[in-house]
């Protein structure tokens, strides 16, 4: 443990300006706050913040943060408030402990819930000053350097997943690469012991049986590179255990066959001496293919920028090379903490253009999700994956995770773009929207007004900002979609009972119910989970609204003649199926069929003809049943319908292209085809045909029944 007056010397000799008096009162402050608390090391509880603040002085942080750092356990810890920090040492520092201090004292059920919540109150924090994720980065460090000290064995489990998990990530995306080395490596000890254990032992035997290799290389190559007139600082390491085994996972090789376990880094004066150095690389050693990348013109999101090749270097090694400037490398090893800026005004998210996009597209995400998990998931997804690039026709880039599609980049772009997104092209081609998108493309991105977001987008969309605007309408839209069924089931309640609807009647049964809004009543209607006889007895709790017992029991021919009559059917025109209403896959009805709907809790309504088989399944609950009818002036509609047939074709040339000729002749689209069975002769197959009606459907039945090419046709039915 530093004492002290150590720890200010090492402000001192970076700050000859930093505030002693401050650095003094801070310690002095968490020392006597803490008191005879202890951590599970046994060493006094105090350590600990004092080793995050020396920690800080490595990237020769301002006083503030370094106070912070002392102070950032005392609001959580100890008996200190918020506003006795703030009396004390100032509004800044304040703010900053708060945005440090995690959400221990709440009352969250789950471990991750927990977890959720205090990434959640982070962020925040960060995105109003960078310096808080600064402190939280130390903070994990020196935990996670004392990890071993924690006895059971689940905790260090939990705290090394989430270490990977979140802080790892956030370290990279900041540019701290060796805070992130170091996190992940001790990470990888506890989650992977053996793994690790058994590379760090081949990794000594290496040193043991040609430990000079690496200064032969290193002098070999500050030669080459002398001889062509580049000044040079090289320097050569083995690569960390965690970085070996990740490339063993992921080209599935044993560590024998792994040739590039060391790095060289190349330190030049600027930016034209490594385009220098890299050619002078080349032209003395082979080049690896596939094996060079340039961060110097196109750099990380986190502001890293180098140059990386692999070679067949100096006596036939397979190395890697990276090649910077002296800034670059500053830059490298300490990320955002190089910048240094905290004296003239504070770093955020706005300040910084493109490098603190990823911290902006988190903000975003965490105002479209629902709940801290889900915030948790999408955020994982957004700082976990590789990277690739990609332009706008006007030129400006964007990064996206390795896989991205066009509807990525659209809402990378902005939040609108993504949500009225209907095409794409690239490299000036159109492309369909599930297209994954590769390094340098240039992606144009086609928009209509009119258009929403597909709830099929989610299968394909990896970035979380793209998942979580997804997910954000899907809920606003289905809950939409819930209101107006439900306003129609009660409606055509209120109908039956022989009462004139008004929606202030309704107000009565928010209350009984237990509901905070009378949309709530109607989506709880609309989605199953109150049945209209429980709302109609909460507003008329004099009235008895229960079901007769021959009303009991339903029966086909009963459902059937409510069907024909209709007068109190609830429409279903303008729902969208997908959301509170969806179209039975076993018999899939069509405007014109006789329906019925079959309500189940928390979907909404399925639609199903009335001559379906699988209502026999369905005869006993009743509840369940809700009288369902087309609109009238659905045929005005320009909405299409999927209708099934199942068709017989002779297996002979030409045969295919009938059959297709005529579906097209009648402006019906296939979304589907599948052969079910085959033989020399014939050829059976079910189609998915979009159509407007059983009348659309009917016609082209009867027209490729006259085809002498298809043997038979029939509309399927289940």
Known sequence: M???????????????????????????????????????????????????????????????????????????????????????????????????????????QSERNKQAENFRKLLLAM??????????????????RTLQHIKDPDKRKRIAIETVEIYAPLAERIGMQEVKDELEDIAFGELHADARASILSRLEYLRGTDGSFVTRIEDELKRTLANAGVESWISGRQKRPVSIWRKMQSKDVAFEQLSDI??????????????????????????????????????????????????????????????????????????????????????????????????????????????????????????????????????DLFSLPRGST???????????????????????????????????????????KTQTPSPTWESFVVTGKARACIRRFIRNQQRDEYAALGRQILQKAFKEAGETFAEKAVDAAVKALKMRTVEDVYVALGDGSVHDRAVMHAIFPGRDVEQTDDEKVVSLARARARAAKGDTAVSIRGLIPGMALHFAGCCHPLPGDRIVGIVTTGRGVTIHTIDCDTLEQLVDQPDRWLDVAWDRDVEADEQRFTGRIHTVVTNEPGALSALTTVIARYKANINNLRITNRSTEFFE??????????????????????????????????
């Open 262 to 395: 060391v790095a060289f880094r190349i330190v030049v004066a600027d930016i034209e001496a490594c385009y220098k150095a890299l050619g002078v690389v080349h032209a003395a050693y082979p080049m690896v293919p596939g094996r060079f990348k340039d961060y110097v013109s196109t750099p990380k999101p986190n502001g890293y920028r180098s140059i990386h090749t692999t070679v067949l270097g100096p006596e036939g090694y397979r190395i890697e090379v990276q090649i910077r400037s002296t800034e670059m490398q500053e830059i490298a090893e300490v990320g955002v903490a190089a910048h240094w800026r905290y004296k003239q005004h504070v770093v955020t998210a706005e300040g910084e253009g493109q490098q603190y996009r990823w911290l902006r597209e988190l903000l975003e995400i965490l105002e479209q999700a629902e709940d801290p998990e889900e915030f948790l998931e999408h955020t994982k997804l957004s700082m976990f994956q590789d990277q690739v690039f990609c332009f706008t026709p006007k030129g």
């Open 406 to 448: 066009p509807v990525d980049f659209a809402y990378a772009v902005h939040s609108d773009v993504g949500d009225t997104c209907v095409g794409s092209k690239v490299n000036g081609r159109l492309v369909p929207l599930r297209t994954e998108l590769a390094n340098g493309d240039q992606v144009e991105i086609l928009r209509s």
């Open 2 to 108: 530093i004492r002290q007056v150590e720890l200010v010397e090492r402000v001192l000799a970076y700050d000859a300006d930093a505030d002693e008096d401050l650095l003094n009162r801070a310690y002095v402050f968490s020392l006597k706050a803490h008191g005879s608390q202890k951590r599970a090391s046994g060493d006094p509880y105090f350590s600990h913040p004092l080793e995050v603040a020396a920690i800080l002085t490595g990237f020769k942080l301002d006083t503030a943060t370094i106070a912070t750092a002392l102070l950032h356990d005392t609001i959580e810890d100890t008996v200190a408030t918020y506003a006795e920090i703030e009396k004390l040492f100032g509004v800044e520092i304040a703010k900053l402990v708060d945005g440090v201090t995690k959400l221990s004292r709440l009352e969250i």
């Open 127 to 144: 995105s109003n000053d960078i310096r808080v994720l600064l402190v939280k980065l130390a903070d994990r460090l020196h935990n996670m």
């Open 685 to 718: 197959m079910a189609l998915d045909l979009e159509v407007k009606d059983v009348k659309h459907l009917t016609n082209i039945i009867a027209a490729l029944r006259a085809s002498p090419m298809i043997s038979s046709v029939e509309r399927a039915r289940g």
